[in-house]
């Protein structure tokens, strides 16, 4: 079977963990995250950058430690739990006894971009009452986040930086919510 | 065996992302878009295009992101967001939190053409009130959109195109009913 | 793995879109087409033509966008929708909400011919009240096509002026169970 | 690997399409065949014919267009169809709104011989009322037949004749239970 | 893959089908022949004789025309047809029209013996009413047959022999059960 | 790939066919053997030998008929049924019709030893009274018998004597049980 | 498939089959072994030694007679037999007509170590009374076992003697529980 | 094909067997472990360690006796069954007769770092009462451990030893629980 192919190299998303002032803790509140959607020519193991208006390139070495899916769930729960400093943030589906109060569904629209430029994250998410079902608020998020380095690394920090982002607004909502 | 494949391209349909005038946003409505049921020969992840009257080309190495059924479902939910400015647009299948007031079933029977000459989109779309399932509205739309260039990239982009004239379409429509 | 094959050539059926005068509109008639059945040894991606009384010959690198039947059912419903001028003609199976008053069966047993000579098409049609399930017109088709070229492209045309010829027939049929 | 196998030839059993003076019309009897069972070593795509009393020469690269059962399940109902000069003859399983009145049940126990010889045809078969389930008719068939020329094409029209010959027993015996 | 491997032959246990006087007509009656047990190390489609007292020989490239057992259970059914002078013998599974009065369960303990020397059958059979299940005759059948020649084709004559003899010990048994 | 693998030889266990003086027939008894459960190291179609007190060697070539386990089922109802001269010994698990009562479950535990030395059987056995389910009696059973020769038809040969002393026991068990 | 892989050699546990005067024999009580657990890295059919405090050695040629799980369960329930003088002990999971008054639960923790030095047994044993469920008994086991020579077939040998303790643990157990 | 892979080594992770000070025995509660959830890129046969704030290097040939997860799982169980000296501490899934009092729920949101540098492990754990399945005590743990040397054993000893630690917090959580 000819030469083996050239080693790859693996990526994870990674929580932005410095709590910032401008959310307030919310520590016994308790969120499930997920079900996460992603479009559908992100949802493998390699990574996606954008090469023209409606083209990508799937980059068949630079791969996700596993599926950019988890990948993204991991990391908004991560950076979910720290923002507002409760530990009772589960990734959905969660056993019975996790049951969360708010459940936060997520759709990412677009999340790509190119290496040295940038990357634009356009998601709707949307807070639901678990116990009730009956959703609370849904929002539109869509922002530009420039890419410091014409390399990978520094593609996927940017990503991890637009989920930051993204996190801080879904913490906000919450807060709305549990305002009401 | 023997000399890898040559490398195969990957593109994506894209939303036509600006409002246009025509359309009043209708924001508190909330959507559902599919199942949305492609003809049989172009539900598959190589682009294809006609090369005479009853005879088509498979691209085996210019595919799309994942599957072209996909593509069309997620280009229509993003464009209608966009035009009716209302985050609640979901893909078929959607969570019970998610369900919608209205349903658009779309059925594209054509939507093929030639790189450098045009593309023809001819599809039935009907809106169905979730609630009590019954049809409020069936259209049929067809049009030929000319294709700039003879290449991949500005054939994916015509389409990208006619399925946005088709969003509006069903925009409009989605106002009448409302409206009813 | 020795030579690669050699390239296959793709075609498919088409509807014959010119309404014809013989046939009257039926514009908010609601008809669904299918179940279709083909022959067993027609019933593939590859297309076939006859060499003898009772042999065949299976083009490995000529086939169908998809397969055989899939390409009857769509472009008979796509006829009867022009012929009628409805939209709503849906093809087997459907969605409870696009369920169709009248269900039309179809029982292809010969489809094959050769070319530059001629195809038959020899058929059963069955119009059904959906609701009552009973079975208000049962008819048998056979009619011989002159292929005018001999080669598969023309071959294909003949094929889809036949289905033209018996989608008229029923959209005639379709008339008169409406009529009773 | 290594040389490609030779190409294969494709046979299909054809219906006897002329009507015989021997048997009446009954143009709006509804006839379902099938079940129909044949002997494990017949049912596959490979032509069989016998070398000696207990001995099958399986031909690799002369083949039915699908299988051996569908080709006789389709012949049979075709005869009948043209025989009775009715529409209404579905194959097993049929759909509910195509339930006929009287099922035809064949269990064929030999039905191979020798090229250049003879084809030897023994079956059961059984006529049941549908809607009441009981079993009408029940006789047996067994006949040999001439086999023109030395050659598989001419092997496969005499079983073509033998199922012709099959069909005007079975229509005859349709009549009778009518006629009951 | 190195050398294609040696051309199989294939063989078919046959029917004797010629009655004998020892076995008067039962033409009314209906018989369901099975399910047939066969020892596990003859159930597959290669032929197997023995070699010692506890060794078989396998050959590759002498094989039944399907399996072994299917062999048995049609041979069985077409003797006893013919034998008792009725169409109405099914092989199990029957479809519900086709449920026999008596049902004859036959578990084969040894059928196997050397070319040019002979062949042992052992077998229990047992004949049930259908309708209330109960047994009504079990019988042990063991009888060794010469085989002729000292090659596979009258070893399996023999086969067929012995699956004769059996099935008028059947017969006779079916005759006994009737009588009661 | 490369040269074949060398032929294996096929071995099966076979029954002690003559009937001891020790056992009285109990010729309308119904008995039902299994289900039989042997050790995991010998379930397999290789035949099993020991090499040391805790080794074994799995013999490629050397191979049962089919499984272990099938050979130990059919060699013990055999034995049973001729000891006891009853047709009525079935093989879990039984059609209802073939219910019998009393139900022999065997737990094999050792089961080799060396070729031209002994092979040691140990099982457990246990007889039950099928409609109440009730156990009647549980027996331990370990014996070892010489291996005349130093060749696996001696050792297969030597296991089907071994088979046909435990067979006694259990038909000795089963007069007990009948006898309460 | 270059080269074959080099031979495999087989191992299995043994019971000590010598009844120890430690344990009086309870010959009608009836016991259930199982479910054992096992700790996944030993769950395989190699056989794992230690190399390193927290690394361990898969030895691919050599092998258990079939999975480590099931060895120790035969052995296990064999031991107990033999200590007990009972033949109801039944292995996990057994058929309705076996069930036994008292079921052991074991989980394996550490059972390896290095040939030529020692192996650990480090398991939790539980006594349950099957028909109220309730658990009667839980110990903790831990012993290690000096490995005389530093080959596999020594250290499987100081596997089985400490499955023996262990069962003579479980033996007494079974006595106290039985007392009460 | 071509040259073997080369060979693996196998780590596994092991508890820290020394009962501390800081946790005093409550040798009659039953724990019940898991489910345990690990990140995604961390559930793996291969051992991962990070190369960058968000890369991961996948060691192909340094695997986990199992899988990763497994290996957590029997850590914790082992270490809290050490720490309150207690054999009653089960994994999940568990069977009826071993249902605990109290099931202690990990979720693993980081558990990696480099060779020669440190590990981070940042795990959120809750503590449930089965019986009412309600929530007593969820905590957020997250601690740095330094790895002594530049090598996979060394990284692995430190795994194990955070694990340690983290058991003894759950440990003191269960005492902290079972005091109200």
Redesign the interface.
């Known amino acids: 079977?000819?030469a083996g192919s050239p080693p790859s190299?693996?990526?994870?998303?990674?929580?932005s963990n410095q709590q910032t002032s401008q959310v307030q803790p919310l520590n016994n509140i308790s969120v499930g995250v997920g079900?996460v959607?992603v479009?559908?020519?992100?949802?493998r193991s390699q990574i996606?950058t954008s090469t023209?208006?409606?083209?990508?390139?799937?980059h068949e070495y630079q791969r996700?430690?596993?599926?950019f899916k988890?990948?993204v769930e991991?990391t908004l729960?991560?950076n979910i739990?720290i923002l507002l400093q409760t530990?009772?943030?589960?990734?959905y589906p969660w056993?019975?006894?996790?049951r969360p109060e708010y459940?936060v569904?997520v759709?990412i629209?677009r999340f790509e971009g190119k290496t040295g430029m940038n990357v634009t994250l356009d998601a709707?998410w949307?807070i639901?009452r678990v116990d009730t079902?009956?959703?609370l608020l849904?929002?539109?998020f869509v922002e530009t986040f420039p890419v410091a380095e014409n390399n990978i690394?520094s593609y996927?920090?940017t990503q991890?930086n637009a989920l930051g982002t993204l996190s801080q607004e879904i913490a906000k909502g919450l807060h709305s919510v549990v305002a009401q």
């Open positions: 079977c000819g190299s693996y990526y994870i998303l990674t929580s079900p959607l479009p559908g020519h992100l949802d996606v023209g208006k409606n083209s990508i390139t799937i996700w430690g596993d599926s988890t990948q991991e729960a991560e739990s530990p009772k943030v589960a990734i056993e019975r006894a996790q459940q569904y759709t629209r709707i949307q639901v079902d009956n959703s849904t929002r539109h690394s996927v920090q991890s």
